[in-house]
């Protein structure tokens, strides 16, 4: 059953383990360009690209650098859960799947992006219920 955009109640959230990173983050790069997310205590980063995929070496997940200004390498092994969330934020329904460690504390998220209008984009809305429904 297709969902529409305006259907998703807000408040939603769905945790899966972090075991999932590989499928979800192959997944999510399909997504075309995504917004990542990562919050400190002085600094929010946004970053709008394509979620490149990456391979493992040396302990961590390198991210595949051609044709996406994100980059890194992450220890995928310190992911505890993924969160699949719709709720309002800024009073805008928001979705987002965020990259938690064992403390809870998020490691990074995507969101579903807007277009220039600030609506939901359907296509990468659609796959992240897709995705989010999977599990």
Known sequence: MEKNIKDVNENIEKIVSGSK????????????????????????????DFMPTGTYGHGYYN???????????????????????????????SHSVSFNDINGEHIFKVFVTRNENREIIKDQFDKFIALRDSF
């Open 21 to 48: 990173f590989d499928e979800i983050i192959e997944d999510i790069s399909k997504w075309g360009k995504i917004l990542m997310i990562k919050i400190t205590p002085s600094f929010v980063i946004e970053i709008k």
């Open 63 to 93: 991210f595949n650098t051609q044709g996406s200004s994100i980059s890194g390498h992450l220890k995928s092994s310190d992911i505890e859960k993924i969160v699949f969330s719709s709720k309002i934020h800024r009073g805008m329904l």
